[in-house]
């Protein structure tokens, strides 16, 4: 069973469906495997997975990026050898012919584990730092946190005991006069995640396929594939620019449902040029315009466009410019004739009462969310020239509260990102085809820049 230890590694979508396909199509898997061959077997399953694999290329924050691992874990399982791959041992069945994978969706059994997410206090401990002695730049959080108002509203939430109103009534009219686009084109969710998946639960049919155009956020392929959908990848061009030709000719070939655009794009923070969305919305397929980081670029919000646009999502967030990822809010503007499908299949009770509390009272000191987000404008910029000096560093220009690096051929990008871990510096490292070394640091406050170049300047 050691080679279980040799399978995590990152698939593309294209290279989990092929696995799928392998699984599914196995003969391996048709036969009766009794020990000791079993093992044997499921090493040379591995094998035939690590290979898929050395080819793929995946970027990503999520649990998706461990799909890898879900694969050959899905391989054992249904292999019968699933509590040793899975590194668990106390599982008793009382009926001895049951085995709870058999109820799950075949193409589910592709899917990784769920990889947690190392908790701020473990990170702490692990460290053997204090948090606030942590400089945590890997996750594009917001390091000033919401305004004040924001903790004071929590702690005199009123009514907790009660469910929240399913329309988020009194944050949609906040968010309204905040973005200028009406309530009834505004639903919320908890975070944008939450509508990236039922946006795909209400208009993908099992077989429909989106387009995805990596490197970006990896939620769309993820969700993509929790949702039995296909994605069609058309890779950014190496300045990581939209291939507008290309999304054109897969939309063409393909008939995708959606294409998923980001602007700002997470990894690389650059935006998508007007007539390139604008041609994009031309074609016969709903465009998901996520605007995560749109506070952090001089590009308008395209939030306004669903009302002339009938096949355009525009998501935002309240995770970046109003540091709130820990309580979990975001939006989308819809355009009319499709929200009100949304509003029938989305859970009733998605935002919490804390997390509305949080988001109203956030908007309620703009002045604070304009001066932070000037704050991190200004130190990306700084952070920006001083990256340029680095001399194994080469960053990206971007819009974002963000910086992608390519780091040179004398080092590795994952052992930069170590050296500086052990100094309390958490940065994010990328080793795929797409992303051969690169990190990506966020944008933090001026001290933690000051901080992050001191144990830069320690690396030989
Ligand atoms: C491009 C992009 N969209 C959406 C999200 C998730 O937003 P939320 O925290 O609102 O779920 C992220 C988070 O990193 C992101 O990078």
């Given at each position: 069973?050691?080679?279980?230890?040799?399978?995590?590694?990152?698939?593309?979508?294209?290279?989990?469906?092929?696995?799928?396909?392998?699984?599914?199509?196995?003969?391996?898997?048709?036969?009766?495997?009794?020990?000791?061959?079993?093992?044997?077997?499921?090493?040379?399953?591995?094998?035939?997975?690590?290979?898929?694999?050395?080819?793929?290329?995946?970027?990503?924050d999520k649990p998706?990026?461990?799909?890898?691992?879900?694969?050959?874990?899905?391989?054992?399982?249904?292999?019968?050898?699933?509590?040793?791959?899975?590194?668990?041992?106390?599982?008793?069945?009382?009926?001895?012919?049951?085995?709870?994978?058999?109820?799950?969706?075949?193409?589910?059994?592709?899917?990784?584990?769920y990889t947690p997410i190392e908790p701020f206090e473990i990170l702490s401990a692990r460290l053997g730092r204090r948090p606030e002695d942590i400089v945590k730049l890997d996750a594009n959080e917001n390091p000033y946190g919401p305004p004040p108002e924001v903790l004071e509203a929590l702690g005199?939430?009123?009514?907790?005991?009660?469910?929240?109103?399913?329309?988020?009534?009194?944050?949609?009219?906040?968010?309204?006069?905040?973005?200028?686009?009406?309530?009834?084109?505004?639903?919320?969710?908890?975070g944008?995640d939450?509508?990236?998946?039922?946006?795909?639960?209400?208009?993908?049919?099992?077989?429909?396929?989106?387009?995805?155009?990596?490197?970006?956020?990896?939620?769309?392929?993820?969700?993509?594939?929790?949702?039995?959908?296909?994605?069609?990848?058309?890779?950014?061009?190496?300045?990581?620019?939209?291939?507008?030709?290309?999304?054109?000719?897969?939309?063409?070939?393909?008939?995708?449902?959606?294409?998923?655009?980001?602007?700002?794009?997470?990894?690389?923070?650059?935006?998508?040029?007007?007539?390139?969305?604008?041609?994009?919305?031309?074609?016969?397929?709903?465009?998901?315009?996520?605007?995560?980081?749109?506070?952090?670029?001089?590009?308008?919000?395209?939030?306004?466009?669903?009302?002339?646009?009938?096949?355009?999502?525009?998501?935002?967030t309240f995770s970046k410019r109003a540091g709130l990822a820990g309580l979990r809010v975001?939006?989308?503007?819809?355009?009319?004739?499709?929200?009100?499908?949304?509003?029938?299949?989305?859970?009733?009770?998605?935002?919490s009462?804390a997390a509305?509390?949080a988001a109203?009272a956030a908007?309620?000191?703009?002045?604070y969310l304009?001066d932070v987000k000037?704050a991190l404008?200004?130190e990306r910029?700084?952070l920006?020239?001083?990256?340029?000096?680095?001399?194994?560093?080469?960053?990206?220009?971007?819009?974002?509260n963000f910086i992608?690096?390519?780091?040179?051929?004398?080092?590795?990008?994952k052992?930069i990102k170590d050296a500086l871990a052990k100094q309390g510096v958490m940065v994010r490292h990328?080793?795929?085809?797409?992303?051969?070394?690169?990190v990506r640091i966020s944008v933090g406050k001026p001290e933690q820049t000051d901080l992050l170049m001191k144990a830069l300047?320690s690396i030989?």
């Amino acid at each position: 069973m050691a080679a279980t230890a040799a399978v995590l590694r990152v698939p593309t979508s294209a290279v989990a469906t092929s696995l799928q396909n392998t699984v599914r199509s196995s003969d391996v898997l048709q036969q009766t495997i009794t020990p000791p061959f079993g093992s044997i077997v499921l090493s040379s399953r591995i094998q035939q997975l690590n290979t898929l694999t050395q080819s793929s290329s995946f970027v990503g924050d999520k649990p998706s990026e461990n799909r890898m691992a879900g694969c050959a874990r899905a391989v054992a399982t249904t292999e019968g050898l699933s509590a040793a791959a899975e590194g668990r041992g106390d599982e008793t069945d009382s009926n001895g012919a049951l085995d709870g994978t058999q109820f799950l969706r075949p193409h589910l059994l592709s899917l990784a584990p769920y990889t947690p997410i190392e908790p701020f206090e473990i990170l702490s401990a692990r460290l053997g730092r204090r948090p606030e002695d942590i400089v945590k730049l890997d996750a594009n959080e917001n390091p000033y946190g919401p305004p004040p108002e924001v903790l004071e509203a929590l702690g005199s939430m009123q009514f907790p005991n009660i469910y929240p109103d399913p329309e988020s009534r009194r944050l949609r009219e906040a968010l309204a006069k905040d973005t200028g686009v009406g309530a009834e084109h505004l639903l919320v969710g908890c975070g944008a995640d939450e509508l990236i998946d039922l946006i795909m639960r209400c208009t993908l049919d099992p077989g429909d396929k989106i387009v995805d155009c990596p490197p970006t956020f990896t939620m769309y392929a993820f969700d993509a594939d929790v949702n039995n959908a296909e994605v069609v990848t058309v890779s950014r061009k190496p300045d990581f620019s939209l291939d507008v030709p290309g999304i054109v000719d897969a939309v063409e070939k393909h008939n995708p449902k959606i294409v998923f655009l980001t602007s700002p794009n997470n990894p690389d923070g650059s935006v998508i040029r007007e007539e390139d969305l604008v041609t994009i919305l031309k074609l016969p397929v709903l465009v998901v315009l996520d605007e995560a980081y749109i506070e952090f670029s001089d590009e308008p919000s395209r939030a306004g466009w669903v009302r002339t646009h009938s096949n355009l999502i525009v998501l935002r967030t309240f995770s970046k410019r109003a540091g709130l990822a820990g309580l979990r809010v975001g939006f989308g503007a819809f355009p009319l004739s499709l929200v009100k499908y949304l509003w029938r299949a989305k859970q009733p009770y998605n935002v919490s009462v804390a997390a509305e509390v949080a988001a109203c009272a956030a908007l309620s000191n703009s002045a604070y969310l304009e001066d932070v987000k000037n704050a991190l404008v200004k130190e990306r910029e700084r952070l920006f020239g001083l990256l340029q000096d680095v001399p194994f560093l080469k960053p990206y220009p971007s819009a974002a509260n963000f910086i992608l690096c390519d780091v040179k051929e004398t080092h590795s990008a994952k052992e930069i990102k170590d050296a500086l871990a052990k100094q309390g510096v958490m940065v994010r490292h990328y080793q795929k085809p797409q992303l051969k070394n690169f990190v990506r640091i966020s944008v933090g406050k001026p001290e933690q820049t000051d901080l992050l170049m001191k144990a830069l300047q320690s690396i030989p």
